[in-house]
């Protein structure tokens, strides 16, 4: 703790010559043309680096502080408190609302994005072992002639099949590679 | 000078959309990945399940070395070990001739507020090692675990040593009753009701407390100091890129699952469980002493975010013979970003991995995801 207060005390006093002494000093000798920018721009960083350790130095001296504490972990516990009772209010007054208005709540889109996510992430992997079994049936099926006549689309003439998206919700494919650069 | 006075209220004004941006995103159920930065390594996932994504990188050099296992924290996204090219631990490591696989946990929704140390580690750690076991087709993995995760991994080595042949822990927090980092007094400060109000309200710890308590460790740095930093370096060849980078990770906070932060708020920081050999996991307790494999504890000697003597008592705890302590001139980050850090540090631990690697094995082809407990 003494250490730390000789600490503060030569940051204070390098802090106080570097701002009153040497930049007024060095300013003034850049004015005039016989001193070099250099020097007053090396006294203000002085002066400046001296202030940073003092503000955390500070800092922590207010951490170590048991009645800060004390008050930090009183305003968080009523904070969340209130913040508790502001969402049970709300709840109580307006649950009830959304499902008459047609609207869902927060729970139901929650739980609907987390199927949603599964879905994708399922899918992504299958997609991956669909593409993986074509590259392995593909060589295979080369030199075989078709045997059987094309049966007719059942889609509709002119509307091409729509490929499945790679990325679904923000969901990425399996394998990454470094951008091109 | 005067352009300093140009520059800085750009900067702030940079900082503070990088900062709502990052607000939104720990917002969001479920979190955005589309907003990290794009992968400087390329990689593989080769596994999925529970809150856990395993990612595969493949060594370029030879493999000479036991697979590594790299988990990452529970806080924020792992993509500081992966972050720009030379100042990448992955593609350090891969250089080496170590086959990486990294765990880029899913961050937790409320429907997940249940999961605890028992769940990430007997649960999603250990299904990792499953996978990389089956992947590498090795019957032991090498784990290497960074802060939170360096917890994790020493957790999980107490719990399952027989499948781990080393352990590197890099700024493990372990022994709490060390008060070196002040903001750390404040939460013996929080009481169990305050912390069941926190996960009562949210479900889980949200990503703005997360955020809160990282920006409070040094609000100097974080309101004006980084950013005249920023001034000071910007003629430096690619600092501006680096810093951009790195703030959007100091920006990429993500919550944390309601009952682990409620276990390590009580049973790790205020109580001190995992030090004493007391901490319950499952139905086991997580005694150190059956740590008997090469343990290599990575320290950072200007660390301010994890004391440096909160850490070094890991190799007296285990049970290991082959356990020491690697103190590096360097700060929490620093060590997996810093240039020093992928010179001299970062090949040390390749070359430990590599001395004290026994299973070298191609890896398969052919893989199943369905070989794993759910």
Redesign the interface.
Known sequence: MAEQAQHNVADLMTMYTATFLELPLAGTKWAWGVGK?QE??EA??KS?DAW?RL??AS???L??NSLF??I??RT??MG??W??LG?AWAGAFFGGLWPVVGLPTAAAV?AL??GV?SLS?RLA?QDAQLQALHREVRPLTAGVPSQRKRRASRTRPGTPLQALPAKLN???P??????AA | ?PSLFNHLPQYWMDGAIRYFEGLRNGLN??F???EDV????????IY?EGKVRLRYYQATATSRSTPLLLVYALIKRPYILDLLPGKSVVQNLLNQGIDVYLTDWIPP???DSWRGFDAYVNGDVANAVRAVQLHAGVEQVSLLGYCFGGMLTTMYTALHPETVENLITLTLPLDMSVREV??F??L????P??LE??T??YGNCPAWFMKAAFT?M????HA??KY?GLH?NQDKEGYAEMFTRFERWMNSDVPLAGRIFREVTQDIFQQNLLMQNRLHIGTKVADLQRITCPVLNVVGEYDDVVHPKSSLPLVTLVGSSDAHNLLFPTGHVGAVVSAAAHKKLWPQVGQWLREHSTQISEPQTSWS?DTYAH
């Open positions: 920018e007053a721009t203000a960083w400046y940073v503000a955390s800092t922590d001296g951490y170590r504490g004390d930090v972990a968080l516990d969340l408190r913040q508790r969402n929650q994005q987390e996510q992430t992997a923000g969901h990425q399996n394998t990454f590679s470094t951008p | 000078m159920e479920p955005p990945f589309k794009p992968p400087t390594t390329p990689y593989e996932v999925e929704t409320r429907a002040p903001l007094g404040l013996d400060k929080l009481r009701e305050t109000q926190i009562a309200t409070a040094s609000p100097v740095h004006v100091d005249m000071r995801s």
